[in-house]
């Protein structure tokens, strides 16, 4: 039971696996392969980032996270979870380990969700590629309407959160990071 | 080849970590092996969701509901399967500018795309697990209000 409580996401997956092979052999062969090519994308992107998350715990202590990213960082804090979303690789989902490390050391939760927002909005690669396919003009309000908004949502999340969902953000950030 | 990047400034910091304190780079390279065993799970349990996603939500079916004049039908169609779906960007970025050859308008794709990005929810359950329920539906919320914007902003000028 325990393994199930604690492993909720991958039990709800491959019963939902098993359910797509009883509905259709062929649709549950295909979402197989498919989650094969995920592991492989991914994976292709988890060994850079869980040593660059390895790195920053050893080599930048808390206060100097504090001191960057923390409450009185002010714009340069931000601009830093900026580039850090922007050299990011992958889909969000891996940039969460990243976030709950940043938490961890004391960054600004505003800062933390900056980044999340940047890591959806300015990738590097794909930022040039859509300026090469899509236009300047599309690639630049994407990036510029998308930043102010997640900018705006982040300082309202930071207000919103109470003490206690603090607490519990800062005790999950312990368990992940 | 989008990764690149990041392998080579990880694999630069490494060498400097390395060549400065070789006990500690130790230290590191074993905190990011714990690291990856905490969070391996989720991510595991994701890529299986996204597989079946994927055979639900395929490229091919985002293509037919994105016809010409889809309008406004349209940019709701793409702004749902952005945030009900999972593909990587490499593949979605590429998706779009297909659609957008094929007659799909750029309103529609820029809401698919946007959504696509920022919004999980397939995700959400394991968003929550980091950050817990209100920060995670407000993060969502935000994203769904950005991809909009884009939207709106889009479609006014192009």
């Known amino acids: ?177 | 080849m989008l990764d690149g990047i990041l392998y080579v400034i990880v694999g630069i910091l490494l060498m400097v970590s390395f060549f400065k304190d070789k006990k500690k780079t130790k230290k590191a390279l074993m905190k990011a092996w714990k690291s990856l065993l905490k969070n391996i799970k989720l991510m595991i349990g994701m890529m299986i969701l996204m597989g079946i996603i994927f055979v639900i939500i395929s490229p091919d079916l985002i293509g037919n509901l994105f016809g010409q004049d889809s309008g406004l039908f349209g940019i709701m169609v793409g702004l749902v399967l952005g945030a009900v779906s999972f593909m990587p960007s490499f593949i979605a970025f590429p998706l779009g500018a297909n659609l957008i050859e094929n007659g799909a308008g750029y309103p529609q794709v820029a809401g698919f795309i946007s959504s696509l990005m920022g919004v999980g929810i397939i995700s959400l359950g394991m968003e929550i697990q980091y950050f817990g329920k209100k920060a995670s539906i407000l993060r969502n919320v935000f994203a769904v209000l950005a991809s909009i914007v884009f939207v709106v902003i889009i479609g006014g000028v192009m």
């Open chain 1, 1 to 177: 039971m325990d393994f199930i409580k604690n492993n909720k996401l991958l039990v709800v997956s491959l019963i939902g696996l098993v359910v797509l092979f009883l509905f259709s052999v062929d649709k549950g062969l295909e979402a197989s392969s498919n989650a094969i090519d995920n592991f492989k994308t991914v994976g292709m992107v988890l060994p850079p980032i869980f040593v660059l998350i390895g790195l920053l715990d050893v080599w930048v202590p808390k206060e100097t996270m504090i001191k960057f990213m923390g409450k009185g960082s002010g714009i340069k804090g931000g601009l830093i979870a900026i580039l850090l979303g922007a050299v990011g690789a992958g889909p969000l989902i891996v940039a969460f380990p990243i976030a709950a490390l940043l938490i961890k050391k004391g960054a600004k939760l505003s800062y933390v969700f900056l980044f999340l927002g940047a890591w959806t909005s300015v990738k590097l690669p794909i930022f040039m590629f859509e300026l090469a396919n899509f236009g300047s003009k599309f690639t630049l309000i994407h990036v510029s309407s998308n930043l102010l908004i997640y900018l705006i949502g982040a300082i309202i999340i930071e207000v919103s959160l109470k003490s206690n969902d603090l607490t519990e953000i800062q005790e999950k950030a312990e368990r992940f990071a």
